[in-house]
């Protein structure tokens, strides 16, 4: 697909699993088990789809997966399994290699979005996307140093930290452009300052749900993570992003739905 100056390409990272219960917050299991159907243990199945940029003389990468330092203990927590790094294999089955990134755009920095933005080597971390830039919010970049009790576990700093040791991590302040075809979205009731980028023509736009929409189930207004730190925010958000993306068709992209990549909002 193509809007404005930009070609754009789903990149399938592979897939892991979280708690059915916390993914679909107080909706009740008989209602969302039939959309995802739980395993032994009631986890069901969550993707790992970033989404790529490519014009304007630039190649962009929206979110990293979960990357490939796991101990074999947390793989079986969140059922993640690989044998190759996924992001990188769909990337190169699409034709592009790892120096032809030249933006990375962290939507946050949960493990799932930043596990890829590095790589572990002879004992250090270094940047996966040697020649990229990458952005993140300085207000979640900041969260994510000192989270909270309730998320504390969703952070992993050799994820993030050494893209700031090595100074390639551009910190933003609030809503911003990247040019006159791609935009920042802040929302904070997932977390502190997640940041959506869309991309628009005069005639289509594409919106990179994150965390705000992870499933297409979560359009429903009451279907609200756990994992959410401010519910209420969540839910306000929710229904601005609706409501302008049903006036204007926009086409939202989920990164974690294993049944939908993308819909299109109508009235
Ligand atoms: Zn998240």
């Given at each position: 697909m193509k809007i404005g100056g930009y070609e754009i390409h789903s990149i399938e990272g592979g897939s892991f699993s979280l708690d059915g219960g916390a993914l679909y917050g107080i909706i009740p299991r008989p209602?969302?088990?039939?959309?995802?159907?739980p395993d032994s243990v009631n986890r069901v199945e969550v993707r790992l789809r970033s989404l790529l940029f490519v014009g304007r003389g630039r190649t962009i990468l929206v979110d990293t997966g979960m990357g490939l330092n796991w101990s074999d203990k947390s793989r079986e927590i969140?059922?993640?399994?690989?044998?190759?790094?996924?992001?990188?294999?769909?990337?190169?089955?699409?034709?592009?290699?790892?120096?032809?990134?030249?933006?990375?755009i962290l939507s946050h920095l949960h493990f799932d979005h930043t596990g890829g933005a590095v790589v572990f080597e002879n004992g250090v971390y270094r940047p996966q996307f040697p020649r990229a830039v990458y952005y993140i919010q300085k207000e979640?970049?900041?969260?994510?140093?000192r989270p909270s009790g309730k998320d504390r576990?969703?952070?992993?700093?050799?994820?993030?930290?050494?893209l700031m040791e090595a100074g390639v991590m551009t910190l933003l302040d609030?809503?911003?452009?990247?040019?006159?075809?791609?935009?920042?979205?802040?929302?904070?009731?997932?977390?502190k300052a997640q940041q959506l980028p869309r991309v628009f023509d005069e005639r289509k736009s594409l919106f990179y749900a994150g965390d705000l929409f992870a499933f297409s189930y979560h359009i429903r207004p009451p279907c609200i993570m756990?994992?959410?730190?401010?519910?209420?925010?969540?839910?306000?958000?929710?229904?601005?992003?609706?409501?302008?993306?049903?006036?204007?068709?926009?086409?939202?992209?989920?990164?974690?739905?294993?049944?939908?990549?993308?819909?299109?909002?109508?009235?």
């Amino acid at each position: 697909m193509k809007i404005g100056g930009y070609e754009i390409h789903s990149i399938e990272g592979g897939s892991f699993s979280l708690d059915g219960g916390a993914l679909y917050g107080i909706i009740p299991r008989p209602l969302w088990q039939k959309v995802s159907p739980p395993d032994s243990v009631n986890r069901v199945e969550v993707r790992l789809r970033s989404l790529l940029f490519v014009g304007r003389g630039r190649t962009i990468l929206v979110d990293t997966g979960m990357g490939l330092n796991w101990s074999d203990k947390s793989r079986e927590i969140y059922n993640y399994s690989y044998v190759e790094n996924p992001i990188m294999e769909s990337l190169k089955a699409q034709g592009f290699a790892t120096e032809d990134i030249t933006d990375v755009i962290l939507s946050h920095l949960h493990f799932d979005h930043t596990g890829g933005a590095v790589v572990f080597e002879n004992g250090v971390y270094r940047p996966q996307f040697p020649r990229a830039v990458y952005y993140i919010q300085k207000e979640q970049f900041e969260w994510a140093a000192r989270p909270s009790g309730k998320d504390r576990g969703s952070y992993i700093e050799g994820t993030f930290m050494p893209l700031m040791e090595a100074g390639v991590m551009t910190l933003l302040d609030g809503y911003t452009r990247i040019d006159d075809e791609i935009e920042l979205l802040v929302f904070n009731g997932h977390t502190k300052a997640q940041q959506l980028p869309r991309v628009f023509d005069e005639r289509k736009s594409l919106f990179y749900a994150g965390d705000l929409f992870a499933f297409s189930y979560h359009i429903r207004p009451p279907c609200i993570m756990a994992y959410d730190l401010d519910p209420l925010t969540t839910l306000r958000e929710k229904d601005e992003i609706l409501t302008r993306a049903a006036a204007e068709g926009w086409i939202v992209f989920f990164q974690h739905d294993p049944q939908y990549t993308a819909v299109t909002i109508g009235k």
